[in-house]
Antibody, heavy 119, light 105 residues
Framework: QVQLVESGGGVVQPGRTRGLSCAAS????????MHWVRQAPGKGLEWVAF????????YYADSFKGRIAISRDNTKNTLYLQIYRVTIEDTAVYYC????????????WGQGTRLSVSS | SYQLTQPLSVSVALGQTARITCGGD??????VHWYQKKPGQAPVVVIN???NRPSGIPERISGSNSGNTATLTITSAQAGDEAEYYC????????FGGGTKLTVL
């Protein structure tokens, strides 16, 4: 069955860089478009970034102002997210999600990795 | 940028029908998807493409979309339906509504 397992969360100081990973299994990762979505404490779901299956297309939420980078390694079935110059507002649970179809919906989600930004 | 508006909360009596709305400019021409989110759990898609129910989602849950409003309808509401519900569209980028807390009384 489809499995998405995020890792890389934890406590990080403001201003540092943090890398998150999402290990995928149970489906054709190299043929799947992927996303990162986050949820800050007490807040709603917030879309973060998208990457196409072949890595040619990448889209980011405007609110990150160039502080993030999404990438993937199809040979390792792994999705990545780099967050540069983290701030307190980046404290959230980060989910990777598999796109379910051309209409842009998410058919599978990981359990999330919690990132806490604190000095 | 495109925005989706949901009520903060909806309450429904056990066994009754709950309706959660998602407002957006001419949202009827877009594909709307709905997710159920419970604390400590990953979101689960309950409706995709306006009214399509993924396998495993009960027939009590349905969706519609027209004009400026998409609606998620849950009939015969059960305690297990208590959750936050989010609508979502793709409009050059992915957009989520603010979420609606459903309380089953």
């Amino acid at each position: 069955q489809v499995q998405l397992v995020e890792s890389g969360g934890g406590v990080v100081q403001p201003g540092r860089t943090r890398g998150l990973s999402c290990a995928a299994s149970g489906f054709s990762f190299s043929n799947s478009d992927m996303h990162w979505v986050r949820q800050a404490p007490g807040k709603g779901l917030e879309w973060v970034a998208f990457i196409s299956s072949d890595e040619r297309n990448k889209y980011y939420a405007d609110s990150f102002k160039g502080r993030i980078a999404i990438s993937r390694d199809n040979t390792k079935n792994t999705l990545y997210l780099q967050i540069y110059r983290v701030t307190i507002e980046d404290t959230a649970v980060y989910y990777c999600a598999k796109e379910g179809g051309s209409s842009g919906w998410f058919d599978h989600w990981g359990q999330g990795t919690r990132l806490s930004v604190s000095s | 940028s495109y925005q989706l508006t949901q009520p903060l909360s909806v309450s429904v009596a056990l066994g009754q029908t709950a309706r959660i709305t998602c407002g957006g400019d001419n949202i009827g021409i877009k594909n709307v998807h709905w997710y159920q989110k419970k604390p400590g759990q990953a979101p689960v898609v309950v409706i995709n493409r306006d009214g399509n129910r993924p396998s495993g989602i009960p027939e009590r849950i349905s969706g519609s979309n027209s004009g400026n409003t998409a609606t998620l309808t849950i009939t015969s509401a059960q305690a297990g339906d208590e959750a936050e519900y989010y609508c979502q569209v793709w409009d050059t980028i992915v957009i989520f509504g603010g979420g609606t807390k459903l309380t089953v009384l």
